[in-house]
């Protein structure tokens, strides 16, 4: 899965689909990384006031790494192409 997201929108929506994709609930994800469900469902939401380890342990429990790149200018936002 490289996906880019540029917002907190498009972070937790490639994070639900990682989790669906894995058949994994809410409440099981957040067992895993010691989180409340209402915690995991309100990073998948997109609330930019989530914190930036609660984002890090939830990315581990789903497998997944956080990498810092240079932006893209040749490629759309994902929401343009919806």
Do not use: H, W
């Not at 609330?47 to 790149?69: N, Q, Y």
Request: charged share 30%.
């Amino acid at each position: 899965m490289d996906q880019p997201a540029r917002t907190p929108r498009q972070i937790g929506a490639a994070l639900q689909r990682r989790r669906k994709l894995l058949g994994v609930s809410q409440e099981d994800l957040g067992s895993r990384v010691q989180l409340r469900q209402s915690t995991i469902s309100k990073l998948e939401g997109g609330d930019p006031g989530t914190k930036l380890s609660t984002l890090l342990d939830t990315l581990a429990g789903l497998g997944l790494e956080f990498v810092i790149r240079e932006r893209s200018k040749d490629q759309p936002d994902i929401e343009d192409l919806f």
